[in-house]
Nanobody, 115 residues
Framework: QVQLVESGGGLVQPGGSLRLSCAAS????????MDWYRQAPGKQRELVAT???????NYADSVKGRFTISRDNAENTVSLQMNSLKPEDTAVYYC?????????WGQGTQVTVSS
């Protein structure tokens, strides 16, 4: 019943920006921390950013200062604003939530940073 649907991925040049969004359903959204992960080919999935139920944020060192996570509890959405994109940011980006010791994932959205 938990569903997470990402949108906003695409192709962008180095130095450009994208904004990813994730729409959540099947949970009392405001009670849960929401996460963005990414996975590049041949690499482990890594945690990119987290936002807690009260709005506190944390970021991977690799994206700190460039990415911003935010949430809109009225709309049950979490977003990831991605600025100053680098080729190494190329990956499939996943929205995720941990509920009752089980992690749920969206379908992923491809972000490609290339000239």
């Amino acid at each position: 019943q938990v569903q997470l649907v990402e949108s906003g991925g695409g192709l962008v040049q180095p130095g450009g920006s994208l904004r990813l969004s994730c729409a959540a359903s099947g949970i009392i959204f405001s009670r849960y921390a929401m996460d963005w992960y990414r996975q590049a080919p041949g690499k482990q999935r890594e945690l990119v950013a987290t936002i807690t139920s009260d709005g506190s944020t944390n970021y991977a060192d690799s994206v700190k200062g460039r990415f911003t996570i935010s949430r809109d509890n009225a709309e049950n959405t979490v977003s990831l604003q991605m600025n100053s994109l680098k080729p190494e940011d190329t990956a499939v980006y996943y929205c995720s939530v941990n509920r009752f010791l089980r992690r749920y994932w969206g379908q992923g959205t491809q972000v490609t940073v290339s000239s």
